[in-house]
């Protein structure tokens, strides 16, 4: 569905602008997982040119060569997407698949296999195979291959954050690409919105695990009824233009929005007023220890 723009210099315009759209979460950045990587896509396609003017032989290694290094471009994008999720969390998990090493390794053999093609001996693909396994590590880096936890919490809590976090965006990710099936623009920016006010509780439970038992509730139950409305309500859409089924999901969507960010604040009070137990603890200490503080108003 087309999505219509307007502004003060535009015909009919009433001399607003369109509000700015954001992206699924605050603090967003472009992904790096494009420029670079895409020209890995691109720069052994000639692979197949010369798989197809040349012997037998010659072909099986050029369309070996093509196939490995596309590959080793696909699981290259792959890693970075997954390097960007984990930075973009203060407690996750590595990567159960270390995408980036695996891609280096294929890209070194890619090579390597190319160079076989060319006949010249053992040597030179050799040395293709160890320069391109090098210099795609030097390009893309590696993969986090620890865990990251927040300060001062056990590894146990740090697990159960990061399993409930993860199961909340995969729930969020079945949601944006069912809508997406519906082609309706203005559905999916009223879903990111949405989906950012789902990413403000699950920062705040990242940053006090102790949070989590208050929002497992909204970041498990509620998150899968609101994926299978969004299925249900994409599947009308799809067969029919539905104004009925629409008006009914953006309610829900306005329900859950208000609900999550209540539920966000009160974790964020809660959160407070630990903080205030805790400087009132340490003041009692303090004093007892013989270590008076002078408090001081701010004005």
Do not use: C
């Given at each position: 569905?087309?999505?219509?723009?307007?502004?003060?210099?535009?015909?009919?315009?009433?001399?607003?602008?369109?509000?700015?759209?954001?992206?699924?979460?605050?603090?967003?950045?472009?992904?790096r997982?494009?420029?670079?990587?895409?020209?890995?896509?691109?720069?052994?396609?000639?692979?197949?040119?010369?798989?197809?003017?040349?012997?037998?032989?010659?072909?099986?290694?050029?369309?070996?060569?093509?196939?490995?290094?596309?590959?080793?471009?696909?699981?290259?994008?792959?890693?970075?997407?997954?390097?960007?999720?984990?930075?973009?969390?203060?407690?996750?998990?590595?990567?159960?698949?270390p995408?980036?090493?695996?891609?280096?390794?294929?890209?070194?053999?890619?090579?390597?296999?190319?160079?076989?093609?060319?006949?010249?001996?053992?040597?030179?693909?050799?040395?293709?195979?160890?320069a391109?396994?090098?210099?795609?590590?030097?390009?893309?880096?590696?993969?986090?291959?620890?865990?990251?936890?927040?300060e001062?919490?056990?590894?146990?809590?740090?697990?159960?954050?990061?399993?409930?976090?993860?199961?909340?965006?995969?729930?969020?990710?079945?949601?944006?690409?069912?809508?997406?099936?519906?082609?309706?623009?203005?559905?999916?920016?009223?879903?990111?919105?949405?989906?950012?006010?789902?990413?403000d509780?699950?920062?705040?439970?990242?940053?006090?695990?102790?949070?989590?038992?208050?929002?497992?509730?909204?970041?498990?139950?509620?998150?899968?009824?609101?994926?299978?409305?969004?299925?249900?309500?994409?599947?009308?859409?799809?067969?029919?233009?539905?104004?009925?089924?629409?008006?009914?999901?953006?309610?829900?969507?306005?329900?859950?929005?208000?609900?999550?960010?209540?539920?966000?604040?009160a974790?964020?009070?809660?959160?407070?007023?630990?903080?205030?137990?805790?400087?009132?603890?340490?003041?009692?200490?303090?004093?007892?220890?013989?270590?008076?503080?002078?408090?001081?108003?701010?004005?």
């Open positions: 569905m087309a999505q219509r723009f307007g502004g003060k210099f535009s015909p009919d315009g009433n001399g607003t602008t369109p509000p700015a759209q954001t992206g699924g979460y605050r603090g967003a950045r472009r992904t997982a494009g420029g670079r990587v895409n020209l890995l896509f691109m720069a052994p396609l000639p692979l197949a040119v010369r798989a197809f003017t040349s012997g037998p032989v010659d072909m099986a290694f050029n369309l070996a060569a093509l196939g490995l290094l596309l590959l080793a471009a696909w699981l290259t994008r792959e890693g970075i997407l997954a390097q960007e999720a984990y930075e973009a969390r203060k407690i996750a998990r590595r990567p159960a698949i995408r980036k090493i695996f891609a280096s390794l294929l890209t070194g053999a890619g090579l390597g296999v190319a160079g076989f093609a060319t006949g010249g001996g053992l040597l030179e693909p050799l040395i293709y195979a160890v391109g396994t090098a210099l795609h590590s030097l390009a893309f880096g590696f993969d986090p291959l620890r865990d990251k936890g927040a001062g919490v056990d590894s146990f809590q740090t697990d159960r954050v990061a399993r409930v976090v993860d199961q909340a965006e995969d729930y969020l990710k079945s949601m944006s690409d069912t809508i997406r099936r519906t082609g309706d623009r203005a559905l999916e920016s009223r879903l990111d919105q949405f989906q950012i006010t789902v990413r509780m699950l920062r705040t439970v990242e940053d006090d695990p102790r949070d989590l038992t208050a929002a497992r509730k909204y970041l498990g139950v509620y998150l899968m009824g609101a994926r299978d409305a969004s299925v249900k309500y994409a599947d009308l859409a799809t067969r029919a233009p539905n104004p009925e089924a629409r008006e009914k999901y953006l309610a829900l969507l306005s329900d859950l929005e208000q609900n999550f960010t209540a539920k966000t604040r974790l964020m009070a809660d959160s407070t007023t630990d903080l205030d137990i805790e400087i009132e603890v340490l003041r009692d200490r303090l004093e007892r220890e013989g270590v008076h503080l002078e408090t001081k108003d701010l004005a």
